[in-house]
T-cell receptor, first 114, second 113 residues
Framework: DTAVSQTPKYLVTQMGNDKSIKCEQN?????MYWYKQDSKKFLKIMFS???????INETVPNRFSPKSPDKAHLNLHINSLELGDSAVYFC?????????????FGPGTRLTVT | AQSVTQPDIHITVSEGASLELRCNYS??????LFWYVQSPGQGLQLLLK??????LVQGIKGFEAEFKRSQSSFNLRKPSVHWSDAAEYFC???????????FGTGTRLTIIP
C-alpha cells in the first residue's frame, strides 16, 4: 500500500514544453507539499495546500502552478520548461494542522529538461 | 528565521562501527526536530522525531537521536552500522503552528566493508 505516490517517476522533455506531475496520498492527510531537490540534494519547499487551499507559495516562477482537485491529490504543472527546472520533485503530506508535524514523502519524480 | 546546519557533507564509516551525524539548529522557539533518510533513487523516509519529553528518542532501523537544548543540537546515532545504512541523511526543524519544515543540506554516509 503506497502512502504517497507520484507519477511519473522519470520525465525527460525538451525546453519550452509543458508538463505535469501528479501526486496522490492515501493517508487521509489534510496538507500536501511540493519540494524541489537540486543536484546538490538541497530540498526547497515550493508549495503547500491544506484541504485544497494554498497556504504556502514560496518564491517560485509563475510557470509552476499547483492544483489540488481534492485533499488527497496535489498536482504540479510546469509551463515553458527551462534547463534549470531539471531536478527531483517530491510530493509530501502531513496530518491535520496543529496535530502532527512530520511529513511523509513520495518517491520523487526526476525531471530532465534537454 | 529558523535554520539547520549539518556540518558534515560526507562521512565514511566501517561496517559495524558506531555512527554519529551532527545537526545544529537555530530557532528561538521550542523546536520540533526530525531526521530523514534518503536511499539512492528513493524518497525521504522518517527515521525519528522529537517534539517534547524525553530528550533521547528512538527511531526505526536502530537509530536514536538526542536533543540538547544547551547546544542547539539533535545528533543522530547508531551503535553499529550496516551496509544498507549507506544513504543521505537530512535533519529538519519546525515549530508549533509552522507549516514548513526547514531541512539541512544533508550528510552523505558511505559504509566500507
Amino acid at each position: 500500500d503506497t502512502a504517497v505516490s507520484q507519477t511519473p517517476k522519470y520525465l525527460v522533455t525538451q525546453m519550452g514544453n509543458d508538463k505535469s506531475i501528479k501526486c496522490e496520498q492515501n493517508l487521509g492527510h489534510d496538507t500536501m507539499y511540493w519540494y524541489k531537490q537540486d543536484s546538490k540534494k538541497f530540498l526547497k519547499i515550493m508549495f503547500s495546500y491544506n484541504n485544497k487551499e494554498l497556504i504556502i507559495n514560496e518564491t517560485v516562477p509563475n510557470r509552476f502552478s499547483p492544483k489540488s482537485p481534492d485533499k488527497a491529490h496535489l498536482n504540479l504543472h510546469i509551463n515553458s520548461l527551462e534547463l534549470g527546472d531539471s531536478a527531483v520533485y517530491f510530493c509530501a503530506s502531513r496530518g491535520g494542522r496543529g496535530l502532527t508535524y512530520e511529513q511523509y514523502f513520495g518517491p520523487g519524480t526526476r525531471l530532465t529538461v534537454t | 528565521a529558523q535554520s539547520v546546519t549539518q556540518p558534515d557533507i560526507h562521512i565514511t564509516v566501517s561496517e559495524g562501527a558506531s555512527l554519529e551525524l551532527r545537526c545544529n539548529y537555530s530557532y528561538g522557539a521550542t523546536p520540533y526536530l526530525f531526521w530523514y533518510v534518503q536511499s539512492p533513487g528513493q524518497g525521504l523516509q522518517l527515521l525519528l522525531k522529537y517534539f517534547s519529553g524525553d530528550t533521547l528518542v528512538q527511531g526505526i532501523k536502530g537509530f536514536e537521536a538526542e536533543f540538547k537544548r544547551s547546544q542547539s543540537s539533535f545528533n543522530l546515532r547508531k551503535p553499529s552500522v550496516h551496509w544498507s545504512d549507506a544513504a543521505e541523511y537530512f535533519c529538519a526543524v519546525t515549530n508549533f503552528g509552522n507549516e514548513k519544515l526547514t531541512f539541512g543540506t544533508g550528510t552523505r554516509l558511505t559504509i566500507i566493508p
